[in-house]
């Protein structure tokens, strides 16, 4: 197989973010043959609106066709109120419309996060894997990655201080989205009997 390409979404638009300082340091130890590309533009996008889904806004456009070129998505969330941001659910809403035509159908996702909390991301990404497997987007199953006490886990600078065990997480999850997408891409190589 040729090359794989990632596109990483980072449900948190504060500066400094932890979750995208955790998507910097994912891409970070991605492997020969794996690139991982940030999208930083989620903040762009207007509030969904169905009566735009059919011609939407550039920076929607540009975000579907993103996707569509992707192999895979990496999405970090943060959790607010045991929930995901309402700029990532935005975002979602945006590239499952319209309905048939979802950026998100069949697109391999591993979803990750950090938190303060000392629960992590746990709840956020069970609300995540609920949205992704309604809009049939196929989602690594395993290691659930939640940074917990996050504020505790990046310096001064906002480097991820990755200690062993979460960076031999981080690797896993990128190996088990590469096998899915090598999985997908299988299946849609397949010639029909």
Known sequence: MSD???LAL???????SHNTALLHALKALAPDGVSVEIHEGLGELPYFNQDREEVPPASVADL??????????IIATPEYNSAIPGVLMNALDWLSRP????????????ILGASPSQFGTARGQLVLRQILHRVQAPVVAHPEVTVFRSHQRFDTEGTFLADQFTESLLKELLAELVHLAELTHARSDRVPA
């Not at 980072?10 to 400094?16: C, D, E, P």
């Not at 579907?64 to 895979?72: F, L, P, S, T, Y």
């Not at 309905?99 to 591993?110: C, E, F, K, N, Y």
Request: aromatic share 4%; net charge positive.
């Open 4 to 6: 794989l390409r990632f």
């Open 99 to 110: 309905a048939g035509d979802s950026s998100l159908r069949g697109r391999p996702t591993a």
């Open 64 to 73: 579907r066709a993103r996707v569509r070129e992707a192999d895979g998505l």
């Open 10 to 16: 980072s449900g948190s638009l504060r500066r400094g």
